[in-house]
C-alpha cells in the first residue's frame, strides 16, 4: 500500500517505509547571523521562514516513526577537503576556515557548522557530513539510504538552489523519487526559490515533485501510515 500527495506536475506516490526525510544544511552557518551565509553578503531572516513548517514535518516523520536524516556542509580542520577553487571564490568578510563569531567557518565541530537547536537532531538520526554541495558527493549518504531500503526521499533545507537542487539532481541521477516541500526550502534570493521550485516540477517533473507540506502532512499521520 502507498500513500499520495497532491503534488506539482501530479500526484507524489510513496511507501512510508522506504521513504527518507532529508534535511539539507539547515545549520547555524547558514541560517543565523555572523556564520558563513552572512559574511557572503546574505539576509538570513529569509531563510528562517522554513523554521516553523520543517519543524511541523519533522515532528510528523518522527511520531510515525519514519526515517529521517539530515545534512551538514561543512569541512575538516585542516580544510584537506576543501578545493581551493572552492575556499578561494567570492568576496567573502570570512573565508572557510577562518575564525568568526560562532567559531570557523564552515568547520565540522564548530557551532556554527551544527544544526539550529530548532531543529536538533535525535540520538538515532543519521547526519551527514558533506564536504560538497550535494548529499552524494564525498559522503556515505547512498550507502546509507542502500542498507535502509530508501527509494523516495522527501526534501528539504537550504538553500533550494545549491545544496537542495545538488542533491535532487543527484538522487534522480542514482535512481531515487523525489517530492521537494516548497515552504520548507529556502533561498536567501526569492527569484531563485520560484526557479528552483519551478526547474523541478518543469517537464512532468524532470527532477521530481513540489509541494507544500500542507499536502504532506495530513497523510503522514501515525494513522494513516499505519493503515498504508
Ligand atoms: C550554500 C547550501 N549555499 N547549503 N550551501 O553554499 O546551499
Not at 500500500?1 to 503534488?7: H, I
Not at 520543517?54 to 518522527?62: M, S, W
Not at 547526519?127 to 552524494?136: A, I, Q, R, T
Not at 517533473?205 to 500542507?214: H, L, Q
Amino acid at each position: 500500500m502507498t500513500l499520495t500527495v497532491e503534488a506539482d506536475p501530479g500526484p507524489f506516490t510513496f511507501d512510508a517505509a522506504t521513504t527518507a526525510l532529508v534535511i539539507i544544511d539547515m545549520q547555524r552557518d547558514f541560517c543565523e547571523p555572523d556564520g558563513f551565509g552572512e559574511t557572503l553578503g546574505n539576509d538570513v531572516s529569509l531563510l528562517r521562514t522554513v523554521i516553523p513548517p520543517l519543524q511541523a514535518v519533522l515532528t510528523a516523520f518522527r511520531e510515525a516513526g519514519l526515517t529521517v536524516i539530515h545534512t551538514r556542509e561543512g569541512h575538516v580542520p585542516d580544510l584537506s577537503d576543501c578545493p581551493p577553487a572552492k575556499l578561494n571564490r567570492g568576496e567573502p568578510s570570512l573565508r572557510i576556515g577562518d575564525p568568526g563569531p560562532k567559531g570557523r567557518i564552515l568547520v565540522r565541530g564548530e557551532y556554527g557548522h551544527d544544526i539550529i537547536d530548532e531543529l536538533a537532531p535525535l540520538p538515532g538520526e543519521l547526519v551527514v557530513d558533506k564536504p560538497g554541495k550535494g548529499s552524494f558527493h564525498g559522503t556515505t549518504f547512498g550507502t546509507e539510504l542502500e542498507a535502509r531500503g530508501i527509494t523516495s526521499l522527501v526534501v528539504t533545507g537550504v538553500t533550494t538552489e545549491v545544496c537542495v537542487h545538488t542533491t535532487v539532481r543527484e538522487a534522480n541521477d542514482r535512481g531515487y523519487e523525489c517530492l521537494v516541500l516548497s515552504d520548507c526550502t529556502g533561498s536567501y534570493f526569492p527569484e531563485f526559490q520560484a526557479a528552483g521550485l519551478a526547474m523541478i516540477a518543469a517537464q512532468g517533473g524532470i527532477f521530481g515533485w513540489v509541494a507544500p507540506s500542507s499536502a504532506l502532512l495530513p497523510v503522514l499521520t501515525p494513522a494513516e501510515v499505519a493503515a498504508s
